[in-house]
T-cell receptor, first 114, second 121 residues
């Protein structure tokens, strides 16, 4: 009963380093997404995918890349980390991207960029 | 413009007090969905309730109740007889239907800033 699994839980990077946040779900959900959570700003959508091979930008996509080669996995890549990307990142999925669908969230990744 | 406003940044209550978390939203759509999510100290967000714009009936689930009023664009959440385990960040969210270039529709979800609720023993 894994649900949405995110790794790592914590990460510290230096400015300019790259890394990939992993997200996997075992519920056969078509829709997967990445959010960042910053104090006082709620959750903001970075990128999302409505199925394997299909990705799209959300509200704050700059500095992040995604791909969706399988239904299960949706990694988020930071190509050149910046201090402004210090945040808590959440992966979320739902069966489809219907407007009445509830989201299932991972446990989050706390990222610090020095 | 902020589409979902949770004006209360932090609320502190003592156990057994009732507490109401406010949520005001803005949309031009006549059909939409509203959600509440809970984020306990462990960090994971958990779905609490979903309500569509045509259903203004209040809902009660145990100690939780929700008051949806289209006239004031509000979807407030009340916890009765609060407990320490209710301490969490609570998010209200609005889902509006939008169409992609190919014609398929999808849900555009916007979260409020969140309200930090602390329940003291």
């Amino acid at each position: 009963n894994a649900g949405v699994t995110q790794t790592p839980k914590f990460q510290v990077l230096k400015t300019g380093q790259s890394m990939t946040l992993q997200c996997a779900q075992d519920m056969n959900h078509e829709y997967m997404s990445w959010y960042r959570q910053d104090p006082g700003m709620g959750l903001r959508l970075i990128h999302y995918s409505v199925g394997a091979g299909i990705t799209d930008q959300g509200e704050v996509p700059n500095g992040y890349n995604v791909s969706r080669s399988t239904t299960e996995d949706f990694p988020l890549r930071l190509l050149s980390a910046a201090p402004s990307q210090t945040s808590v990142y959440f992966c979320a999925s739902s069966l489809i991207q219907g407007w009445n669908e509830k989201l299932f969230f991972g446990s989050g990744t706390q990222l610090s960029v020095l | 413009a902020q589409k979902v406003t949770q004006a209360q940044t932090e609320i502190s209550v003592v156990e057994k007090e009732d507490v109401t978390l406010d949520c005001v939203y803005e949309t031009r759509d006549t059909t939409y969905y509203l959600f509440w999510y809970k984020q306990p100290p462990s960090g994971e967000l958990v779905f609490l309730i979903r309500r569509n714009s045509f259903d203004e009936q209040n809902e009660i689930s145990g100690r939780y109740s929700w008051n949806f009023q289209k006239s004031t664009s509000s979807f407030n959440f009340t916890i009765t007889a609060s407990q320490v385990v209710d301490s969490a960040v609570y998010f209200c969210a609005l889902s509006e239907s939008r169409k992609r270039a190919g014609g398929t529709s999808y849900g555009k979800l916007t979260f409020g800033q969140g309200t930090i609720l602390t329940v003291h023993p």
